[in-house]
């Protein structure tokens, strides 16, 4: 079974509406990361959360992260038809973070 | 793409057949990761390495070897393609001390 559980699957909204997407993980860790994924196309970095932040803010990103839950939050606010793509949650994992685990990814359709 | 490139970016092959993807970045990166992408699981880890001759295992390595005999190249391969080794395959990158993981565009395999 793998580290990251995100959560819905799948979520469509309007443009403008605020998009919040869900991870849970299982060890514990030292940072939580979240990549995006155009369609066809390889991840790319988006925000980095350390196990002792609790909020993380970049432009329209908010990242939460609750470690006794083991679990993390991705709220893209304002949203545009651009942020359409697939959101994936990563942890370091074993001793020396080398293994970056990810969850299954959740699928935004931002609707104009 | 932070200099990462992967080698095919497309490939079908028979059933039975050894299959080698490359991963090559001119990045200097310590680590390297390979990982298969398909619905409804996300990205796996398959292989990764922390240096030179240094691989270590990911979730789903069975029928699957790496090797990494230069810092700048990552090789994957099936030693004999099945079919449920048809994926997107994504290589990824990432510098010792540092937490964001680059990857390249993916190779699209696909096992007949």
């Known amino acids: 079974s793998q580290q990251g559980e995100e959560d819905p699957q799948a979520l469509s909204i309007q443009e403008g509406e605020n998009a919040t997407m869900n991870c849970s993980y299982k060890?514990?860790?030292?940072?939580l990361q979240w990549y995006r994924q155009n369609s066809g196309r390889g991840l790319v970095h988006l925000i980095l959360i350390r196990s002792n932040e609790r909020e993380k803010h970049s432009g329209r990103l908010r990242v939460t992260l609750d470690t006794s839950k083991k679990s993390s939050s991705l709220l893209i606010t304002a949203s545009r038809a651009a942020d359409t793509a697939s959101y994936f949650c990563?942890?370091?994992?074993?001793?020396?973070?080398?293994?970056?685990?990810f969850g299954q990814g959740t699928r935004l359709t931002i609707n104009p | 793409d932070a200099g990462i490139t992967q080698s095919p970016r497309h490939k079908v092959t028979e059933t039975g057949t050894p299959v080698t993807l490359r991963c090559h970045q001119t990045e200097n990166h310590r680590y390297m990761y390979w990982y298969r992408q398909d619905p409804g699981h996300g990205l796996r880890l398959i292989h990764y390495s922390y240096g030179v001759k240094d691989t270590d295992k990911g979730e789903v390595s069975d029928g699957y070897s790496v090797s990494r005999s230069k810092t700048e190249d990552f090789l994957l391969t099936l030693e004999s393609a099945t079919s449920s080794q048809t994926s997107v395959y994504f290589c990824a990158i990432r510098r010792a001390g540092e937490t964001e993981a680059f990857f390249g565009q993916g190779t699209r395999l696909t096992v007949v």
């Open positions: 990563a942890t370091p994992i074993n001793q020396g973070a080398q293994k970056l685990v």
């Open positions: 060890t514990s860790i030292n940072n």
